[in-house]
């Protein structure tokens, strides 16, 4: 008899508790979608616009075909990335997004800008928007302009970098690497993504 007096209690609770401490549903359009129940993930095509946002940090997607995870909060993107967050923008083949990690993986014809201050191009690159950190790797170009800065001792050449660092929120290259050992990185197969251990 208890237990039925507690149990309205306990529902109104659950429906209390605020909806921010929970990950907001990414927006999705594409021109073909699906739910596939099976494999835990949005399957789309054509046209593909995702809108991910998590604690206030949102993350916009642009390509030509994705998987989202909504329960894990990933997205894996392929064929004519285009990726904002804030004022940086990344276009690239691939690219795998962990919005509760707040990182994005981005490989193959790598292309970043921060507006006004530099352009990059690389064979890949790591961003993590929780150190406000990017990291560029393989066969680097960087553009500076009048508003880049960089750490001392540090000067910008006309060449290739193995490795380059840059902050985005001071608009400051940190590292400059002509030789450096390049990570491998590889965009992981969305069908071996445990999201219950994320």
């Not at 991910?52 to 990335?81: F, H, L, P, Y």
């Not at 691939?94 to 990690?101: K, S, T």
Request: glycine content about 6%; overall charge positive.
């Amino acid at each position: 008899m208890k237990l039925l007096k507690i149990l309205p209690l306990i529902m109104l609770l659950i429906f209390l508790i605020p909806a921010k401490s929970f990950a907001a549903m990414p927006k999705i359009e594409a021109g073909q979608q699906y739910y596939d129940v099976f494999k835990g993930y949005f399957v789309l095509k054509d046209s593909v616009r995702v809108e991910m946002n998590n604690r206030g940090v949102t993350a916009i997607i642009k390509a030509d075909g994705a998987k989202v995870n909504v329960v894990s909060q990933k997205c894996w993107a392929e064929g004519n990335v285009k990726l904002s967050h804030d004022n940086e923008n990344f276009s690239c083949d691939n690219a795998y997004i962990q919005l509760r990690n707040k990182t994005a993986e981005v490989v193959g014809n790598v292309n970043f800008s921060n507006k006004d201050v530099l352009n990059v191009t690389a064979d890949t690159a790591v961003f993590n928007w929780g150190n406000k950190l990017v990291d560029f790797y393989g066969n680097v170009k960087v553009k500076g302009e009048k508003n880049l800065q960089l750490e001392d001792g540090l000067k910008l050449k006309k060449k290739k970098y193995s490795h380059v660092r840059y902050n985005v929120i001071e608009k400051k290259i940190i590292l400059l690497e002509e030789k450096s050992k390049i990570p491998t990185i590889e965009i992981p197969n969305p069908d071996d993504d445990k999201s219950e251990e994320n």
